[in-house]
């Protein structure tokens, strides 16, 4: 059998209308490329006619590839199992409801052929409501750049093209699909991105709403945390812990002078509680590191990980 070069991961629920269109979009753009690829369709705990259509597709099209969930399982579990099945040399996401243009995945692909292992779309002119989607998506986006320091403008694109490398070591979680690209930064790797085409939504219901987007702030911060912290755990809480217990040390050291030296009764200080509270919580952050640091040295050396990524060795 000729060797998969492109899979195309696509998580649909409930787009029984958009996925025959979707379809014969993108069969006319990769047979005109002349690529060997696989369409993956993974179904999402749908509830309408949509894997009854995708199984038709199949039967027409070997190309395509079906995995369905039992129930609905949430977009980042769907890509995360596309990952997992993907025989492609590159793997594209992109999304079932049509907003996507499968015209654009050759200008992908032609991003990584220039030496780019990640290439994120960019819906400079997007079709969806100002304030409902837009505002609160341009908030998302510069937090998401300032804190993970990958320059992109637009991580909710689900359009996105990646070398199999790239996503080798990538396990993702709750909402975490729209930072890969920060992932896969993390670990060494090109990101870059280019401006696709957005249409509006024509057929369904959009899954989106306020409580995915607070959902993927949490997300973002524990991402944050991942990338700064995972290997040394112990810079974090003990950085904080030591702040607490200096705090609490001072305020003993205070509140003992007042004591010893001016008579002042203790009794009745609230300023006493707080003090051992500080000293405290401060031993509670800095075992807290130290146990870190346990479980990170486990999980590296469970499985032989490694804490670095080699692009090339030259003997």
Known sequence: MAKTEVSIVIPVLNEEKNIP???LELKKVMDA?????EIIFIDDGSTDKTFNILKE???????VKIIKFRKNFGQTSAIQAGFDHAKGDVLIITDGDLQNDPADIPKLLEKLDEGFDVVSGWRADRKDPFFTKKIPSKISNWLASALTCVKIHDFGCTLKAYTRDSLEDVRIYGEMHRYI???????GFSVTEIKVNHRPRKYGKTKYGIKRLLKGFLDLINLKFWMEYSTRPLHLFGFLGLCLFFMGFITGLYLTIMRLFYGVSL?????????VLLVVLGMQFIIFGFLGELIVRVYYDEKDRKIYKIKEIIE
Do not use: G, M, Q, T
């Open 181 to 187: 690209p920060a992932l896969v930064a993390w670990s």
């Open 21 to 23: 269109i979707l379809y």
């Open 57 to 63: 597709l199949r039967e027409k099209d070997k190309k």
């Open 267 to 275: 009794s009745n200080r609230p300023l006493l509680l707080l003090a």
């Open 33 to 37: 490329l002349d690529k060997n690829y």
